[in-house]
């Protein structure tokens, strides 16, 4: 079975091509390539070819909160996406703390064949910060683990942060941090500023996570060890990275940034809808935009989703009993579309960096994130830019539907997936 795609411009780049994808590698490239008798041909002028999306930051629930997702609804999220690969967080219940879970998720993410789902692993035992899980173990299983996080809390005890970071580096693992200094944020609702004072919310400080951050990378350096930032969300945050990628260079020092922290603030908040409600929170405007040109720079590595599906009655319900997270597989192009491509922030080579190359290096996937080239893996992701469509949580292919974007039009719309060669997604619709 192959697949040509006529006449879409690679990064956005040069004139249009046609791509020929066969036995699930790129098998030509040319200005003009007639179909084999077997392909499925997708007309694709107008259109971007990048590599394959992969979010290194996705909570897929299961096992355990299968009322919000399952890993084949999420997996389906992610294919409609743009996605190929993705990492999915330990918060599940029971922890992925253990072979026997990492295993059963890395089993079924395969079994769905919709996109790579790769187990992160948990740090500590039950995520409680005390014990240091069985990394070793986790990394040897099926699911060869080279992701390790306490994503949902942090690692706080700087001695079991410093051993995690040793450990991993006999593994070839990075350690994704969640900072989070919990003695600063007891009890927190709201970014600390203004609008949490004028709502009456009790503040989480912009220094909880940025004194979090200065520390790890400092343990990290300390360790030769390969760190990554967890949804970095402050501008402080962004001056503590570039300082410690200077002293420690990039390689071993990586972080993120979610869709909605580029494009969300807490002027959102006087609503008081929980959907707004994540965690860390939504930051002022000049945060925003701090993260934006950080992002740019390159010293934000990569966008990565959060995805965090909460069922209705975890959402529709009072804001501090409500769970922070948000919805965002689907939207995340769209919304790098909106804050970082028609700013001109970003070229689409760009986009492929942030979206597909950098977190694939960072989680060391050999296969994704790769030139748009002959004799690559057929990971790919296709683009409208210029299409625009209005979010709709009912109609996306999570269980739950807690998207902050409801009713909003943005720009960039995914019309192809292709996982090594397969079609997983097309016009909006899985396979
Ligand atoms: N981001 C969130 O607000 N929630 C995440 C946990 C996390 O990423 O910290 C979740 O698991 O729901
Ligand atoms: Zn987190
Ligand atoms: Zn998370």
Redesign the pocket.
Known sequence: MSVLIKGARLYGEGDPVDVLVTDGLIAEIGASIEAPDDAEVIEAAGQVLLPGFVDL?T?LREPGREDAETIESGSAAAALGGYTAVFA?A?TDPVADNAVVVEHVWRRGRETGLVDVHPVGAVTVGLKGEKLAELGTMAKSAAGVRMFSD???CVADPLIMRRALEYSTALNAVVAQ?A?EPRLTVGAQAHEGRIASRLGYAGWPASAEESIVARDCLLAQHAGAKLHI??VSTAGTADVLRWAKNRHGSGFISAEVTPHHLLLTDERLSTYDPVN????PLRTGADAARLRAALAEGVIDCVAT?H?P?PVQDKDCEWAAA????LGLQTALSVVTETMVRTGLLDWRGVARVLSERPAEIAGLPDHGRPLVTGEPANLTLVDPDAEWTVRGAELASIAANTPYEGMRLPGVVTLTLLRGRITAREGKIG
């Open positions: 930051h909570h967080m918060n994503d949902g809390h969640h989070e967890c949804h409600k994540v965690n860390p959060d965090a909460h769970k922070p997270g948000m």
